[in-house]
């Protein structure tokens, strides 16, 4: 892919791409204090400077004294390749940083594809650089000209988003970062694969249950038809890949999907999401075991672990327990009114709210005991109290719960007795889909 050093013009330049490649800072050094205009130097052939061959290389050290020397981290081999698109290309992430720290055009396309180092990043499934590029264009000038969602959904040559390469190449981790970030997960491809494709037309092809599971549960639309009129299920089939056919089968019961809501509250507390992430997927993995009951397929572990979430509640006292399903610990609150909940309902919550039919807008959550917005989630952090203290855990718990039930006890009386959130959390397991009342007909 161009990273190669070919023929350099001399012996003398020969040495000095070489010692670049193999991390001699010393013979680096000596060749700069000889010749300062070594830097600008190239190999004939791939026309590689001494910035992509130390960024391909991973060699840090080099790279940034070629970097102080230079000054420039853009320069262009010859399939108008950077050294950011080499450095993620080939999982160099200590490269990428410093080159992003150099000021590296993150929105550069090649000649070969049309690629950015956001593709390339994707293609290869490098994540953790994948991650440096995203956290760096929030305060690059792309945000400013761009807009950060557009540059998430860029598109190639062949109209392929960096979604559509990771979908394609069994890259889950990278497909759950995108979605993440705003990628589109019904967006359609050009001439990339078939054309028309949508992620999970792609996911499908490639046969990965876990880029297939993050696209369902990012919204992905398992009836949308690519140019041949195909729907991803359809193409898992072809390719006989069966458990992921029997998740994208129209008939089968639909996944429960993160909810949108969700998506915009501005400042969901990171431990907060991973709770919300780890119902979703308990859900999910319900649906999934009851729709390859009976077949030959079996389910995968998802990508994500839960491990840490402790859902056993039998250690715990009445008093602990979620106020709506009397089943999970509360483990949510809902700020600024202070209300807790297990993450199950919160998730419920959302996952029911629906569009308003006259602007088809997704209005903000409630509260379920105070009906005010929801417009912060944290996690439940329960105060000890100092020692001599008249209040004790239990007598604080009471309280709380006390507090819920009193403030809610209005609210609920349009709640049809809890039967909407029962059908969607199950005692004991978690959250569950139900298959009678969220079955897709083709």
């Known amino acids: 892919m161009g990273h190669g050093l070919s023929c350099s013009r001399s012996s003398y330049e020969h040495e000095f791409f070489t010692a670049v490649q193999s991390g001699n800072i010393e013979l680096v050094e000596l060749a700069l204090r000889r010749d ?52 993620a290309m080939h999982g160099k992430i200590a490269c990428v940083q410093r080159l992003l720290q150099a000021g590296a055009n993150i929105l550069m396309f090649d000649s070969l594809h049309g690629r950015t180092c956001l593709h390339y990043a994707a293609y290869y499934g490098h994540s953790d650089c994948l991650q440096a590029i ?9 945000t400013d000209s761009w807009g950060f969602a557009r ?58 249950l876990d880029c297939v599971r993050e696209l369902l ?54 431990e907060a999401k991973l709770l919300l992430e780890a119902a979703l997927m308990e859900a999910n993995r319900e649906r999934e075991k009851n729709i390859l009951k009976g077949t030959t397929h079996s389910v995968q572990s998802p990508t994500h672990s839960d491990d840490g979430i402790n859902d056993n509640v039998s250690e715990t006292s009445d008093s602990e327990l979620c106020c709506i399903c009397f089943d999970q610990v509360c483990t949510i609150e809902v700020q600024h009114c202070g209300h807790q909940m297990c993450a199950n309902c ?36 329960i105060k000890i109290p100092e020692e001599g203290g008249k209040d004790t855990p239990s007598k604080l718990r009471r309280a709380r719960r006390s507090r819920n039930l009193s403030e809610g006890s ?33």
């Open 36 to 87: 300062p205009e070594i830097v600008y130097q190239t190999t004939i052939y791939d026309r590689l400077s001494a910035v992509h061959v130390a960024a391909a290389n991973g060699r840090l050290e080099v790279l940034s004294r070629i970097l102080d020397q230079s000054g420039n981290p853009d320069l262009l081999n010859r399939h108008k390749q950077t050294p950011l698109m080499l450095a």
């Open 410 to 442: 209005n609210s609920f009386k349009g709640l049809s007795a809890l039967g909407s959130f029962r059908k969607m959390a199950g005692r004991g397991s978690g959250l569950k889909a139900d298959s009678s009342d969220t079955t897709d007909k083709p």
């Open 134 to 142: 995203l956290a760096a264009a929030h305060f690059s000038p792309v």
């Open 151 to 208: 540059f998430v959904n860029v598109r190639d040559d062949n109209g392929a988003t960096p979604l559509h390469l990771a979908a394609r190449h069994r890259r889950p981790n990278c497909v759950h970062i995108l979605l993440e970030n705003g990628a589109l997960s019904c967006a359609s491809t050009g001439g990339y694969g078939c054309p028309g494709s949508t992620p999970l037309h792609l996911a499908a092809r490639g046969g990965c």
């Open 217 to 270: 549960m990012w919204g992905a639309d398992r009836l949308q038809r690519d140019s041949s009129g195909r729907i991803p299920y359809m193409i898992a089939l072809k390719r006989n890949h069966g458990t992921c056919a029997a998740l994208l089968n129209p008939s089968s019961a639909g996944p429960l999907v993160w909810p949108s809501p969700l998506k915009f509250i501005s400042e969901l507390e990171p």
């Open 346 to 381: 919160i998730l419920a919550l959302c996952c029911q709210n629906k569009p308003n039919p006259t602007t088809m807008c997704v209005a903000a959550p409630l509260c379920p005991f105070c009906r005010s917005d929801i417009a912060r989630l944290v996690v439940v952090k």
